[in-house]
């Protein structure tokens, strides 16, 4: 019998999705998920998708054959240069996989690290962080712990605590980076604070693993995000990567996404890569077909590449306009001063809200974020950010 299982807690996230679903008030506004809305509040299928959709369609030899277990070369190939520029990607030996999406990518890092890592198994994450980092580790088999990384009284980076955890670190331990848009917080270090980070990690040998979830959706380019990942490569950094192309590209259901690591030599990098298939055969034997056919078409195609360059633009403009108009609403017709929120990147704001008032606000306003005060910007359109900036005014005042 199961009668000693005990439910789970909600997933603190898909949780409140729930809550939002169940409540019948017209005002009612999602700013829990970080899924991109348009200005309508709808979900957007962007066109270059749609016109890579439309390709495979046509395609006469299309099949539902399986995939290899690494997933589709061509994919992997330009996923890989994506991230890493073509540059690096010729002076580098890169092991690579197709995985199912940014999770998915991480739960096989995390795999290896359990299995072939040498130093200290334990993994550093920001303090704070999405909060399924630490499951993904812990379903490995290895421990985690925080460094600093939020500055409450700033609402900024608390560089010299993140500099000073990372120096106290046992040597040659395993650091999660995210690479950019910093998720919950949208802070992230300068490009001189990554300097000093590179310095510290450097000196005690730790492995990085870079999260990256937000390619593009941070200043717009993708070439300016990857910018971190790049300067650890060409700092001779063995980087851990996992990507994805759930919000990038907007398919997030199709679980679209590649894991790769920074290997010395040829001879290494097949010995990894044989390893890695050993590890996703025995996990899910091989990743899914259409979502990769999609984002491989895109990026195999320069028309279509710029054409998504421009929707990710439109996506992080539209996300940076609600940005600006939320600070000033509240600070104009509120008189409440919140520079953070303007100043902070990415999908999300991180308010200040407290618990109470995020509790309030579901409740009372129908408004649901995090507990944390985390928003995701894109929830926030023409016809609700007034409302928005109303309630959080009238719980903050309260
Ligand atoms: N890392 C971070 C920091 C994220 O915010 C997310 C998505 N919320 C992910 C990884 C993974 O997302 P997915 O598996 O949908 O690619």
């Not at 259901?253 to 290494?268: A, D, H, K, L």
Request: aromatic share 10%; hydrophobic share 40%; glycine share 8%.
């Amino acid at each position: 019998s199961w009668a000693h299982v005990r439910p789970a807690p909600p997933d603190p996230i898909l949780g409140l999705n729930e809550a939002y679903l169940a409540d019948t008030d017209k005002r009612k506004i999602n700013l829990s998920v970080g899924a991109y809305r348009d200005n309508q509040g709808q979900p957007w299928v962007l066109p270059s998708v749609r016109r890579a959709e439309e390709l495979r369609l046509q395609n006469e030899d299309r099949h539902h054959e399986y995939n290899p277990i690494t997933g589709k070369n061509d994919f992997v190939r330009n996923a890989v240069a994506l991230a890493y520029g073509e540059d690096l990607c010729a002076a580098r030996h890169i092991a690579a996989a197709q995985s199912l999406s940014g999770t998915g990518a991480l739960r096989v890092a995390a795999e290896w690290l359990h299995l072939y890592f040498k130093g200290n198994p334990v993994v550093y994450l920001p303090q704070p962080t999405w909060s399924n980092h630490p499951a993904i580790f812990h379903k490995a088999g290895l421990q985690t712990r925080t460094y600093r990384y939020f500055d409450t009284r700033t609402k900024g980076l608390d560089l010299k605590g993140m500099l000073e955890d990372l120096d106290h670190a046992e040597p040659m331990s395993i650091v999660l980076l995210h690479a950019c848009a910093h998720n919950p917080t949208g802070v992230d270090p300068s490009r001189d604070e990554w300097g000093e980070i590179l310095e510290v990690i450097n000196h005690w040998q730790h492995l990085v693993v870079f999260d990256m979830a937000y390619q593009g959706f941070a200043t717009g380019s993708v070439e300016r995000d990857a910018w971190p990942v790049r300067e650890f490569v060409r700092a001779g950094h063995q980087v851990m990567l996992a990507q994805s192309f759930a919000k990038n590209m907007g398919l997030y259901g199709q679980r679209v996404g590649c894991f790769s690591m920074i290997c010395q030599s040829e001879e290494e990098r097949g010995a990894c890569e044989s390893q890695l298939k050993k590890i996703i055969r025995a996990m899910y034997s091989s990743p899914p077909g259409f979502g990769s056919e999609i984002a491989g078409t895109i990026l195999a195609d320069s028309n279509l590449k710029a054409q998504w360059f421009k929707e990710l633009e439109e996506m992080s403009g539209r996300i940076n306009s609600m940005r600006m108009q939320l600070y000033t609403l509240l600070k104009d017709k509120h008189h409440l001063d919140w520079p953070h929120v303007k100043q902070q990147i990415g999908m999300f704001a991180y308010t200040g809200l407290g618990a109470g008032h995020c509790q309030k606000l579901a409740a009372d306003y129908h408004i649901y974020l995090t507990l944390d005060g985390r928003i995701s910007i894109a929830g926030l359109n023409d016809s609700n950010i007034e409302y928005v900036a109303d309630s959080f005014a009238a719980v903050a005042k309260d």
